[in-house]
């Protein structure tokens, strides 16, 4: 750091077997290096600094920050670091980014991403915003210099999205910050650079990028339709232009090069397989140098045929060559190289390291003097790597070194110094007053040095250089002083300059103007002092050479721009409304920052054209978040989008597919968007309509509008016999939710049937207890249920009625009735003496309470049998009997005794599995089927008889409530009411079967005969609706329990 002849270097021991800095010391020089005074008391013996910064607006200001590890604080100087003042600080610095223009404005990053904020050169400090993203924190900075003290943002939000915020340093309150992009982007990928924002947001799997010149609206990056980005880098915004890198979907080491017009909107190719790496960091870097002083100018490494070759440019991309070998190596022997098939290649790295040069240089005060390794040949190596040098813009190259060397620029290029890379200690160094053709060799120090690097202000008339390294590995650092002022015994004069020309390949138009710059003469041995910049720039007359393609176009072998195929030019007038008028691309554009004038400019400059009328096309309706799913009762908001026609003199037809619609005579009433509220869940088809005089065009989207599930309920029988087939339902609430997905789990089985229907049938082979789980998938919902089911060949049931008294307590919920359940089958395992493993009892829904007792055939150790029909029998009896008399009793609370008594028997018969045609059989089929005709009778005239107890239907009929909008998924399973069955049949019914293969269980599709006891609550009428004229008794059942299904049964003896 050079303020006047001031120079401060902070240097810091590392201790590799503690991972910490142990040591630092500050030294400081009033006499441009000659001597150091070490201020280690001034700043504190015991602090460990970490960081030093200066001011970039005022160099006599500087701040040092401690070692977050050991404190947390800051000392600042205001007289070029002659004494300082301590601060303590309450949160540990990161990173400083200084205000470009107030000299006491900085912004702090914290270790823990909070951005802090100062208007007194780090004394005192304000809170700004938490969650901020690393090194994406910017000042508001334009050519137009307004809003200085605004701030620039990515911030995380509370569910962890990224989004891009603006504040004023001073008051980043929740009511003062604004949010420039509509919603949320990228994480990492906010840039602030000159007049553009630019940020990406991924949708699809693909980014999307989109930018915003002079802070107005945002607009989506146009690059060519089929490059299909996976990355980008801005690599400059100088000049009202974007320069950026995008690598396509397939490449991978390799990026085009895209250069954007003034707005940063639409993007044309300048060079296809830019080579790329990975830094040291894990950053991507371009092989792309832009050269210093010369505006347009660059330097790439493209990737052809797995060759890598160097390509330069004077008029940004427009024109691209190889570069010219020289003709003698450094002996002077001749250098056979032909283009194309061999030139000139450099490695175009720029060093990390301020302290040490990279593979290339160049300075704006030397805008002519390029130095950089490299090789000859037919493609870029690292082997035989040479150091070049042009002196006339790289036109014409000149071989110097052998090996690589650092080149340092003093007194603006009138002297380069030299220094070889190399590991091993060094004495001497080069130099050259003529801009490279000859060189002198001199030393520098009488021990030799290992050199760590060179402290320098490259452009600036200094001729004072410091090397500093080490002697040894174990030895402190050395500083070496090199003045060369003592060379030149006075400054240059007028008559010691000649005029020289910047063109290419002897073509002095370059981007539009011939500039003419002032040299010294290399005879001439003077100091140069500031420099002048151009002594003269007169524009060129425009010639096709000034212009590149067009967005959408291409440019051919015969150098025209024709449309690309994906591009219809007629596009451009798609936003365009009778009356008013558009630029008319000519397939050219004028490359941005071209100073030419007249020639053929009018003939290759866009031209405005009246809008034509046309006749609607291309026409999409869509959501303004992309989604085709909605809740029910939220504001879904349509945009209408048109590729051709005149949308604002045309009449707009919106039908919501709910029974609504609306029609806009304009587009402004459609800007904003179309918002619309569905009340009802359901797959509804949106349609749009646009019309003029001219012809008409139609859209249509299907939009799944749902409502959020909050709870399954699984039902299905409590005991089945082997074999049979049972119906599981799984009932949810609310009963309309939308489009569902049905997971199903059987038992032990690793592999899941998955379903679009709420109901299936199944049959299980083997006896025992079995499990079922349903997942039931709604949007980013998965909710689940698990059900125990019994299976035996062979079980008794009989229906258990309870004391009045019973109902006053019940609340129908499942939860009581699992309790009571247990209660009761404890009263009956102590009046009867029976084994519970014998017994299962299920209280069913709804009033009076009821429950069903299984007898099931238990077997109480392997070598026992299984319970016989006849041993099943009189476990009934015994059952039956105890609850005759009145001995199977429990206590709901104190004072209040509930009997359990045997309601009735059970309606079928259980028998044996095998082949049995009794008398008795016979006549109890008989009645089923009378009991069915007398079942549809009364269904058939359910309306007319007053107090029946009419379960849910689940036909297609108009009349039901219960069904979706648009039937896509039921909750709850189809049947005639003929088919219902009464509470007795509590086992499975016969259904239509298409067996899947299951080791444990058979699974079939829904079919008719799947029966449902729907018991209605307020909230769920409310949620989703209800049957007509159905009024739910209050705090019933939600979820209803599924009817047992039709099986074979034994009668219970009373």
């Known amino acids: 750091m050079y303020p006047k002849q001031v120079i401060l270097i902070l240097t810091k021991l590392y201790d590799y077997n503690l991972g910490s800095i142990t040591e630092s010391s500050l030294w400081r020089s009033t006499d441009y290096g000659t001597t150091y005074e070490k201020l280690n008391d001034k700043v504190g013996l015991k602090t460990i600094l970490s960081y030093l910064y200066v001011c970039p607006t005022n160099k006599r200001k500087i701040m040092l920050l401690t070692d977050p590890e050991v404190e947390s604080s800051l000392l600042i100087s205001s007289d070029e670091g002659a004494t300082y003042q301590k601060y303590r600080l309450n949160f540990y610095i990161h990173s400083l980014l200084f205000h470009p223009k107030q000299e006491d404005w900085i912004l ?89 924002v630019f940020v990406q947001l991924t949708s699809g799997g693909r980014p999307h990028y989109y930018v915003s010149y002079r802070r107005n609206a945002f607009t989506q990056m146009k690059l060519p339709k089929y490059s299909l980005p996976k990355d980008m880098h801005v690599i400059s915004t100088d000049e009202s232009q974007v320069f950026a890198a995008v690598q396509e979907w397939n490449q991978n080491d390799t990026y085009n090069l895209y250069i954007s017009d003034t707005q940063g909107v639409y993007f044309t190719l300048a060079l296809e397989n830019v080579k790329s790496s990975q830094g040291l960091e894990g950053n991507v870097m371009i092989d792309l140098y832009e050269v210093a002083g010369i505006k347009g100018m660059f330097l790439a490494n493209k990737k052809i045929d797995n060759q890598v070759k160097t390509f330069i440019t004077y008029n940004k991309g427009r024109d691209w060559s190889l570069l010219q070998a020289p003709d003698t190596d450094l002996r002077g022997n001749p250098v056979h190289c032909l283009l194309p098939y061999c030139s000139l290649h450099l490695h175009l790295k720029v060093s990390e390291n301020p302290y040490t040069s990279g593979n290339i240089a160049s ?22 790597i040479s150091m070049f040098i042009s002196a006339d ?33 060094i004495r001497h160094l080069w130099l050259s007053f003529d801009e490279g053709k000859s060189w002198s060799k001199y030393s520098f120090t009488s021990l030799p040095l290992f050199v760590d690097g060179v402290l320098g202000e490259p452009g600036e008339e200094t001729l004072i250089m410091t090397v500093f390294g080490h002697f040894s590995h174990r030895s402190e650092w050395q500083l070496v002083k090199i003045d060369y002022k003592s060379i030149f015994d006075r400054r240059c004069a007028e008559e010691d300059y000649r005029p020289w020309q910047l063109h290419s390949q002897g073509e002095a138009c370059i981007m539009g103007a011939k500039r003419i710059y002032r040299k010294r003469k290399s005879e001439k041995k003077c100091m140069q002092g500031k420099y002048a910049g151009a002594m003269t720039s007169e524009p060129c007359v425009c010639t096709e050479a000034d212009f590149d393609c067009d967005y959408g176009y291409e440019r051919h072998s015969n150098g025209q721009c024709l449309p690309a195929f994906w591009y219809n030019p007629s596009s451009l007038s798609k936003e365009c409304s009778v009356g008013q008028s558009y630029l008319n691309s000519t397939g050219y554009r004028k490359v941005v920052s071209n100073n030419c004038t007249d020639g053929v400019r009018e003939q290759y400059t866009a031209k405005p054209q009246q809008c034509p009328g046309k006749a609607p096309q291309g026409l999409r309706i869509i959501t303004t978040d992309g989604k085709l799913t909605a809740e029910q009762g939220h504001n879904v908001t349509f ?52 019309e003029n005089s001219l012809g008409s065009d139609n859209a249509v989207l299907y939009l799944h509008v749902t409502c959020p599930l909050e709870h399954v309920h699984l039902s299905l029988p409590f005991v089945t016999t082997k074999n049979k087939e049972v119906n599981a339902t799984a009932v949810l609430w609310p009963s309309q939710v939308g489009t569902l997905t049905y997971v199903w789990w059987f038992g032990n089985n690793t592999e899941p049937l998955i379903t679009l229907e709420g109901s299936i049938t199944f049959t299980f082979s083997v006896e025992g207890m079995n499990t079922i789980t349903v997942q039931v998938s709604a949007g980013n919902i998965i909710l689940q249920d698990t059900k125990t089911i019994a299976v035996y060949e ?3 049931s009989l229906r258990l009625s309870f004391s009045p008294n019973l109902d006053d307590y019940n609340p129908d919920i499942p939860e009581w009735r699992r309790d009571i359940s247990r209660v009761v089958k404890r009263a009956l395992v102590e009046a009867t003496g029976i084994s519970s493993k014998h017994i299962l009892v299920a ?57 359990v008594h045997a309601a009735h028997l059970t309606a079928a018969p259980l028998v044996d599995p095998t082949p049995s045609h009794s008398g008795s059989a016979m006549l109890m089929l008989l009645s089923v089927v009378f009991v069915g005709l007398a079942v549809f009778v009364i269904y058939k005239f359910k309306r007319k008889i007053p107090g029946l107890n009419i379960y849910a239907q689940m036909q297609n009929e108009k009349d039901q409530e219960m069904i979706s909008p648009v039937s896509q998924r039921e909750s709850i399973p189809n ?53 007509r004229g159905f009024k739910p008794r209050p705090g019933a059942e939600v979820f209803p329990q599924l009817l047992s299904l039709r099986a074979q049964k034994k009668s219970l003896p009373m």
Request: charged share 25%; glycine share 6%.
């Open 393 to 425: 813009a790289g036109n014409t190259w000149r071989q110097i070194f052998e090996e690589e060397h650092s080149v340092l620029y003093l007194d603006q290029g009138g002297v380069l110094v030299a220094i070889k890379h190399t590991s091993l200690p």
């Open 108 to 196: 702090a990053y914290s270790q823990d991403q909070k951005l802090f904020s100062s208007v007194e050169f780090g004394r005192r400090w304000l809170l700004l915003h938490e969650g901020v993203a690393p090194n994406r924190f910017y000042w508001s900075m334009m050519g137009s210099g307004r809003e200085p003290d605004l701030v620039h943002l990515e911030a995380k939000t509370v569910d962890g999205h990224a989004q891009y915020i603006t504040c004023k340093m001073q008051n980043c309150s929740e009511a003062t910050r604004s949010k420039p992009f509509p919603g949320y982007i990228d994480h990492n990928s906010l840039i602030v650079q000159d007049d553009y």
């Open 639 to 690: 945009l209408v989008q048109l590729e051709e026609g005149d949308l604002q003199r045309s009449l707009i037809q919106v039908d919501f597919g709910d029974g609504i619609a609306v029609s806009y005579a304009n587009l402004s009433s459609t800007e904003d968007g179309i918002k619309h509220i569905y009340q009802n869940v359901g797959i509804f088809r949106v349609t749009v309509l646009v």
């Open 794 to 796: 062979q079980f008794q």
């Open 363 to 384: 300075r704006d005060t030397a805008p002519s003097i390029i130095v950089a390794s490299g090789n000859i040949g037919s493609e870029l190596s690292d082997d035989d």
């Open 975 to 1027: 049947v005639p009411q003929s088919e219902l069955m009464s509470p007795e049949q509590l086992v499975d019914e016969k259904l239509d079967v298409q067996p899947i293969e299951q080791p444990q269980a058979t699974v079939q599709n829904p079919r008719k005969g799947n029966a449902t006891k729907v018991v209605w609550t307020e909230d769920f009428q409310k949620a989703c609706g209800s049957p």
């Open 843 to 899: 209280v069913l829904p709804g009033l009076p309470t009821s429950a069903e007792l299984f007898i099931l055939p238990y077997q109480d150790s392997p070598a026992e049998n299984k319970r016989k029909t006849e041993d099943l029998e009189q476990i009934s009896e015994i059952l039956v009997q105890k609850l005759k008399q009145n001995f199977v009793h429990f206590d709901l609370k104190p004072g209040v005794r509930i009997l």
